[in-house]
């Protein structure tokens, strides 16, 4: 299994960005997806997740802003990001909770994504 994230790039303050991550492979079905981020010298945090059934969560600093959405057909999870403000300037990694059998599953992480907001 492999996840393919895609969708960062350099926005000014108050743009949108939209993350999107496709995982391929053998995959029995998807249990949790999520974003991850990592600023310069900070520690990797959660921004967002989103449960099978579609429960999400959502970072504080995030609320009202972002937004997470998922596919399950296309197994696929987005992050829908506005008004964008310098702070959130980090690498994005995608994650996901996969079956692959019915008693197997695992961790799986996408290979990171720049989002870079400055004027």
């Known amino acids: 299994v492999q996840l393919q994230a895609s969708g960062g790039g350099s926005v000014q303050p108050g743009g949108s960005l939209r993350l999107s991550c496709v995982a391929s492979?053998?995959?029995?079905?998807?249990?949790?997806m999520a974003w991850y981020r990592q600023a310069p010298g900070n520690q990797r945090e959660l921004v967002a997740s989103i449960s099978k059934s579609g429960s999400t969560n959502y970072a504080d600093s995030v609320k009202g802003r972002f937004t997470i959405a998922r596919n399950n057909a296309k197994s696929t999870v987005y992050l829908q990001m506005n008004s964008l403000e310098p702070e959130v300037t980090a690498v994005y990694c995608c994650y996901m909770n996969i079956r692959s059998a019915i008693h197997i599953s695992n961790d799986y992480w996408g290979q990171g994504t720049l989002v870079t907001v400055s004027s």
């Open positions: 492979g053998r995959i029995f079905n998807i249990n949790d």
